[in-house]
Each structure stands twice: as C-alpha cells, then as structure tokens.
C-alpha cells in the first residue's frame, strides 16, 4: 500500500472513522479506542479515545391479539362482545405478548375505560374481586392476594400493581390480560 497524507489522516480519525453500537440493551460503561500513527519507520505515541456507551430505556410493546384471529382491523387491538346475561369477557385474546428489550419487570397496568354510561352495572373483575366502574377507591389488595388495584376517574381508570410492592413479571401481566381480568 500507499501512504496517507496529514490531511487524510487527521479527515479519518476526524470524520470517517465512527463507533456504534446496534444492541437493543447495551452493556454499558467505557470503551477505549487506542490509536497509533506510522510514518513508515517509526509509531506515534499512542492515542485513546473514550467512548461512553449510555443505555436508552426503551418502551414496552404490548399486543391483545398477537394473531390478529380477534381483531378485524389487524391493529394492535383486540376485539370481543358482551352479550347482556351473558359470562364476563376477557381483556385480552389468548395470545397476549408483552415484549420490552431491557427489562423483564413492570412496574404497573392501567386501564383507561371509555364511554361507560351504565352506572355500578359495569365491572372489571380481578383476582376474585369485582371492581365497578362507577366510582374511586382507594388502593387495597385483591382478595386473591396477588394485585393492588387503585380506582378513580369515578372508575374510568384501574392501576394494577403487584400486591407486594414490588414489580409484575412478563408473565404474570400477560396472564392478567389473558385470564385474570374480566
């Protein structure tokens, strides 16, 4: 090979030369980049570059219907009917997927219900306990043991936490939205 010139070299470490790193949850810390200069005969002093590899949170991504089977518009919503007299209607399909690159813990669910219109006759039920969508209450446990449910917005908005104070795991939340919620 050929030799570079000042100018190129000092243009490659300037501009042409770039670190990344394309993992969706990165090891963080320092990372070191030596560099060393030959003129043909004899090694510049050594060089170092220190690159900061910060983390990003990334978001949740939730789906009530992976499959799409109960959704007519193939969305990221999930679709069902209540028919009056009929058994309670779950939140979710089957095949409820939560997926989150850097963390397998969930601090919370929270439901926002819209269009309610009739009163103390529409509920969620959780764990065993029957929540109406009429008014607020106060965080408490569910019977079943497992949640801490707060109502408000008059029962337009649920948080669900884990009962002990501590975090909800992938399948525990996706359980809850599949079977547990009502």
Known sequence: GGTLTKAEVETLLETNLTYENTSDN???????????????????????????VAADNDAPALDLDESNNNDSGNTVNYQTTFTEGGSAVTIGDTDVTLTDADSTSFASVTLSISNLSDGASETLILDGETYALNANSAAAN????????????????LVIKAADGGTLTKAEVETLLETNLT
């Open 26 to 52: 990165p090891t963080t810390g320092d990372r070191t980049v030596a560099v060393v200069v030959n003129d043909g005969s004899s090694d510049s002093n050594t060089a170092t570059a220190t690159i900061t």
């Open 142 to 157: 569910t019977s079943g043991g497992a949640y801490q449910v707060t109502v408000s917005d008059n029962g337009a908005t």
